[in-house]
């Protein structure tokens, strides 16, 4: 059950009271990007539903001491990331739904199996070239510095919000004539099955948290430089071949979610025993 506004502010200055003496002046980060910070802890910790309303500046900005432009630049700051809505004339929200829910340590490799059926997925190309002196990525596909590669970069965009940035590297002696155009669903991994007949097999990924120092993708996710991200490389195997196929790297905004369900391999085990024992109990009860 959604709250009144009173209520969140109430909430908000008993938060801000362990939290205000923090904001400093004399800091090297600006005011307002450490009100910035304060106020999405605030969102985090505390039990608020999307689509209520959020406090307004001015009681942000009594609550913690600060002026209201400072006040307003934190809230921007918020939105700008997706945390929070702005409606004209009725005030500020709390974002109505996460820009994005995925799965990717799940059994669906490809980011278009991740989400319900009724989400709205679309790709936008940015980029494809062919280059040659990559020694990094050279050496994750296990190729020569002189092997050229087949690079390629797509935004990933869930219900019209972007959200991904990926970039792909494949041997470019395999697929020259993999265009925008021959691309299945925007999918990566169904084309190469679907119009190459390549079987994926299997995916190594990483996942970690960095700053976001790339302008050119900053841009692209509408996010500001030094905004958290999570950075996802990988490599991708096909069946009938020991060498990766595809170096990939993407880079991924906040306000993603990241579930999965983890369950033991070997139903024999003592735990998996127990589980089942249980639910014979309670079919009998």
């Keep these: 059950m959604a709250r009144d506004g009173s209520d969140i502010e109430t909430a908000l200055n008993q938060y801000a009271t362990s939290e205000r003496s923090l904001l400093s002046a004399d800091s090297s980060i600006p005011l307002y990007y450490q009100l910035y910070r304060f106020l999405k802890r605030f969102i985090e910790r505390t039990d608020l539903q999307q689509g209520e309303r959020f406090p307004a500046e001015e009681a942000i900005a009594a609550t913690f001491g600060v002026s209201r432009p400072t006040a307003n630049r934190a809230v921007q700051e918020l939105v700008t990331r997706g945390w929070l809505t702005?409606?004209?004339?009725?005030?500020?929200f709390l974002q109505n739904e996460q820009l994005g829910s995925l799965a990717l340590l799940s059994e669906n490799l490809s980011l278009t199996e991740q989400f319900p059926p009724n989400t709205v997925l679309r790709t936008s190309f940015v980029e494809r070239r062919i280059v040659s002196q990559l020694p990094e990525?050279?050496?994750?596909?296990?190729?020569?510095?002189?092997?050229?590669?087949?690079?390629?970069?797509?935004?990933?965009?869930?219900?019209?919000?972007?959200?991904?940035?990926?970039?792909?590297?494949?041997?470019?002696?395999?697929?020259r004539d993999l265009t925008e155009e021959r691309f299945v669903r925007g999918s990566l991994y169904a084309t190469l099955e679907e119009q190459f007949g390549y079987t994926i097999e299997r995916s190594m990924?990483?996942?970690?948290?960095?700053?976001?120092?790339?302008?050119?993708?900053?841009?692209?996710?509408?996010?500001?430089?030094?905004?958290?991200?999570?950075?996802?490389?990988?490599?991708?195997?096909?069946?009938?071949?020991?060498?990766?196929?595809?170096?990939?790297?993407?880079?991924?905004?906040?306000?993603?979610?990241?579930?999965?369900?983890?369950r033991r391999a070997d139903s024999k085990r003592p735990a998996a025993e127990a589980c089942e024992k249980g639910k014979g109990r309670k079919a009998r009860d």
């Design 86 to 92: 702005r409606e004209r004339g009725r005030g500020t």
């Design 137 to 175: 990525v050279a050496a994750q596909l296990g190729v020569s510095e002189e092997t050229p590669i087949l690079y390629f970069r797509r935004l990933r965009f869930v219900d019209e919000l972007p959200v991904m940035v990926c970039d792909s590297f494949l041997p470019a002696d395999q697929f």
């Design 205 to 262: 990924r990483r996942i970690s948290a960095q700053e976001l120092l790339d302008q050119v993708v900053a841009d692209l996710l509408g996010v500001p430089v030094f905004s958290p991200v999570l950075v996802l490389t990988g490599l991708t195997f096909v069946c009938g071949s020991e060498a990766p196929l595809e170096y990939m790297s993407s880079t991924v905004r906040e306000c993603i979610s990241f579930a999965n369900t983890v």
